[in-house]
């Protein structure tokens, strides 16, 4: 069956960096665009990043993470990364890897990320 797995969250001081990876099964992920998405509590989710399907096109970044996070993806490897660093209190939130391509879209379970000193 369909799965979107993220990975490599945790809790991590003002400053540090951290890679959580996404990886796909189930589904055929090179036509899919990727996006990560996160939610801090009491807000709403928001997009923080997008990398188009072959990965050398289009990629976008909310510009609170611009200069910090970067996107890849691995076609090979069915998987995509959020490179982090520098990471900030308020870039504590659940953060969600999202597949999608059309009308049709796949949601990963999310990861907690937690800035703190």
């Known amino acids: 069956h369909v799965q979107l797995v993220e990975s490599g969250g945790g809790l991590v001081q003002p400053g540090e960096a951290l890679t959580p990876s996404c990886a796909a099964s189930?589904?055929?992920?090179?036509?899919?665009?990727i996006q990560w998405h996160r939610q801090a509590p009491g807000k709403e989710r928001e997009l923080v990043a997008g990398i188009s399907s072959n990965g050398n096109g289009n990629i976008l970044y909310a510009d609170s993470v611009k200069g910090r996070f970067t996107i890849s993806r691995d076609n090979s490897k069915n998987t995509a990364v959020l490179q982090r660093s520098s990471l900030k209190p308020e870039d504590t939130a659940v953060y969600y890897c999202?597949?999608?391509?059309?009308?049709?879209?796949?949601w990963g379970q999310g990861t907690q990320v937690t800035v703190s000193a």
């Open positions: 999202k597949a999608i391509m059309g009308s049709t879209a796949y």
């Open positions: 189930g589904f055929t992920f090179i036509p899919y665009a």
